[in-house]
């Protein structure tokens, strides 16, 4: 199927092939018709995308210093390598869809419903029920196609409260302000517009609002004074894009006293005190379309909010623009400038940032049935007849590591899968996979696929690890192998049925060059060992998918795994025993993951992972303390080296942070191709994930 994308490197945009999605747990598969351009949030996306390194680097100072302290504890070359691939990650923009559903997976929708989501610019989109609404038959794909960013301006107007006969200023005429406009209007309000341009000015008069330029302050103050009837404005909705703060000091100036000002594009803040206080103003930012925006719960599981406790969700929300529309209360017809099939839709990112006065930019879509398909070939690249390999999965992790790593081992790379297809797509793209799809099922029932990287969320892991043994395929997933004891067990008796087929976690550290040259000192000495891992993860918010313990596990299950498997490969003996305690205080709410980790060997020597997110970013993330035989060890974030106590040996810095992906894959890859035993011995990845499924279930 045809989608548009944006580059966040240079602001170019493409029209690219990309496997169709399929409807998830609780979605809704839907054939575009139309698609509405947002002319503020994605002429933003456009400007910034076009804008120089240093116009970026302006605009987002906190990255810049996230960057530096990178480069401060990882190196240079790691941290170009970071911000590289994170500028080459393509955006799908697009959050106002028009279409029919093809596909439900959901209630109160079926295949046929006319319906608006917030879906991208493609010609299907797979959409969680409650970010869709049904069209009512009256109400035109066009009109509808304005439903979202009508919403928006909608919980504006809820957040300021206005009663009938109030004074309301709407700062900025954009899309947003003329649909706030009018619905202000329906509400009885009286309406200034304020806007520069005199053509949208125009508009919201014939809307029933009074109007005036915000370029003379005092003509704005003047005007102000003159609507309210010398009151002052009871309440200003600011739906300007403008980093001046100009909006926010004329909206202080003209508000009566205890006024509302609410925000709901983008402004400057630089706010004056004494204006906000000797009028006791109140100022409220609006999130987008409503409650349960942004939350996973309500946004990605469906879980509805009671609409005695909160009536008007963003889907509510949704639904109320649509019965404006059904009514003619919102008239739309005057707000479209511009069509554009989506083959030409690069043409409609051109026209947000050239000097053509532009509005309503609608991206229309033809009814392809071919467009419903999940697989797309984008490379005539050969393949290996052994380790040929497909991926599940296609995120960070994935594009950064493994399929660097695999492509450097030799892997023969035959396709890339994403539950979108988007990351999918650009994936193949860039490493010169054969395919990419959206539908594990393409990995798993090829037989032209031997080996199977798992790089999915992580509860995806254990079914899709049992699927692709069971399908006689080799498997190397990304930590960890399993969230539950009851999964780590089914797939240890089913490897146990498969010794012909490898099994593998991506372990890497065990690879590190800096991990082997321990191993060739250690094994010069006798005698048990004790050493301590102190890893500075940094905090993540409680609401990231790592935390779910249903869907990433937690942290410690998550990403704590590799320095057990660490600490048991160097210790050379099988653990013996394993505790765990998080850190608790008053101030510290959420997952528990700030903990030690402690563990015993069968050998007698100790081990123990500290792993922390209230430490700060400057310090390494990674620490390793090794003694043993009145000899010790320091490593370093996998840059440098130093004993102590070691004849012949003092220090080893590499010029960049090795943890070992590359050796890691070539290993796996090698003992595929040679039937090879596997690199990392079974029993150690079951010992190593049953321990870390133990720690994390300790903490709860």
Not at 120 to 127: C, F, L, R, S, T
Not at 487 to 501: F, G, V
Not at 621 to 647: H, M, T, Y
Not at 679 to 695: C, G, K, M, N, Y
Request: net charge neutral; aromatic share 4%; hydrophobic share 45%.
């Amino acid at each position: 199927m045809k989608q548009l994308l944006q580059s966040l490197r240079d602001g170019t945009t493409t029209i690219a092939d990309v496997p169709a999605p399929g409807a998830g747990a609780g979605q809704l598969l839907i054939r575009s018709s139309l698609s509405l351009v947002s002319a503020g949030t994605e002429r933003m996306m456009v400007e910034f995308g076009r804008g120089s390194l240093l116009s970026k680097v302006r605009q987002q100072p906190d990255k810049v210093r996230m960057v530096l302290e990178k480069a401060r504890t990882d190196g240079i070359s790691a941290t170009v390598d970071a911000v590289r691939a994170k500028l080459d990650q393509p955006l799908a923009p697009g959050y106002c869809n028009v279409g029919r559903v093809i596909e439900s997976q959901a209630e109160g929708l079926v295949a046929g419903d006319r319906v608006v989501s917030n879906g991208a610019h493609a010609e299907i989109v797979a959409i969680p029920r409650n970010l869709c609404a049904r069209i009512p038959d009256g109400v035109s794909d066009e009109t509808a196609a304005f439903t979202v960013l009508g919403s928006i301006g909608l919980q504006a107007i809820r957040l300021a409260n206005p009663t009938l006969g109030e004074c309301v200023a709407v700062t900025g005429l954009g899309l947003i302000g003329l649909l706030t406009v009018q619905m202000l209007r329906a509400q009885g309000c009286r309406v200034l517009g304020i806007d520069p341009d005199e053509e949208r000015r125009a508009l919201a008069r014939s809307f029933g609002a009074e109007t005036v330029s915000p370029l003379s302050e005092q003509e704005v103050l003047a005007k102000a004074a003159e609507f309210s009837r010398g009151r002052g404005i009871d309440a200003v909705i600011l739906a300007a894009a403008t980093s001046s703060s100009a909006p926010v000091s004329q909206a202080a100036r003209m508000s009566r006293v205890r006024g509302r000002i609410i925000l709901v594009g983008v402004t400057g803040l630089e706010l004056s005190r004494a204006d906000f206080y000797e009028k006791e103003l109140s100022f409220q930012v609006s999130c987008s379309y409503g409650p349960g925006r942004y939350d996973a719960n309500y946004e990605q599981r469906g879980q509805d909010y009671p609409v005695g406790f909160v009536r008007w969700t963003e889907q509510r929300n949704f639904e109320a623009v649509l019965d404006l529309m059904a009514a003619g209360t919102i008239d739309v017809s005057l707000l479209v400038t511009h069509r554009f099939a989506i083959e030409d839709g690069a043409a409609a990112m051109d026209l947000l940032a050239s000097d053509t006065p532009h509005m309503g930019i609608l991206l229309g879509y033809a009814a392809d049935e071919g467009s419903s398909l999940r697989r797309v070939a984008l490379s005539s690249a050969p393949v290996a007849a052994r380790g040929t390999v497909g991926v599940l999965g296609a995120g960070n992790h994935a594009t950064r590591a493994l399929l660097p790593a695999f492509k450097a081992a030799g892997a023969g790379l035959h396709t890339v899968v994403s539950a979108g297809g988007v990351s999918a797509a650009h994936a193949a793209r860039r490493f010169g996979v054969v395919n990419a799809a959206t539908n594990p099922a393409m990995i798993i029932d090829d037989p032209a696929i031997d080996t199977v990287v798992v790089a999915t969320r992580h509860d995806a892991h254990a079914g899709q690890v049992l699927a692709a043994l069971r399908a006689g395929k080799h498997v190397f997933c990304e930590k960890p192998l399993c969230l539950t004891l009851a999964e780590l067990d089914e797939i240890e008796r089913e490897a146990a049925s498969r010794p012909q087929q490898r099994l593998m976690v991506g372990f890497n550290r065990r690879f590190a060059p800096l991990t082997v040259k321990i191993e060739e000192l250690l094994a010069t000495l006798s005698g048990p060992r004790h050493m301590t891992m102190t890893v500075n993860a940094g905090a993540v918010p409680p609401g990231h998918w790592t935390q779910d313990r249903d869907v990433g596990g937690g942290r410690i299950l998550g990403e704590a795994c590799h320095f057990i498997d660490l600490l048991r490969h160097l210790a050379g003996a099988p653990i013996s025993g394993i505790e765990a305690r998080a850190m608790r205080g008053a101030d510290i709410s959420g997952p528990a993951d700030s903990a030690t980790i402690m563990i015993s060997f069968a050998d007698g020597s100790l081990g123990a992972v500290h792993y922390l997110t209230n430490g700060p970013r400057a310090l390494p993330k990674e620490r390793l303390e090794i003694f043993a035989s009145g000899r010790a060890l320091q490593l370093d974030n996998f840059r440098a080296l130093v004993g102590r106590g070691w004849p012949g040996f003092a220090r080893r810095r590499l010029w960049r942070q090795d943890k070992g992906g590359e050796a890691c894959a070539r290993a796996f890859i090698d003992a595929v191709r040679s039937e090879a035993p596997d690199p990392i011995p079974r029993d150690e990845i079951f010992e190593v994930s049953r321990s870390a499924i133990l720690a994390a279930a300790a903490l709860d």
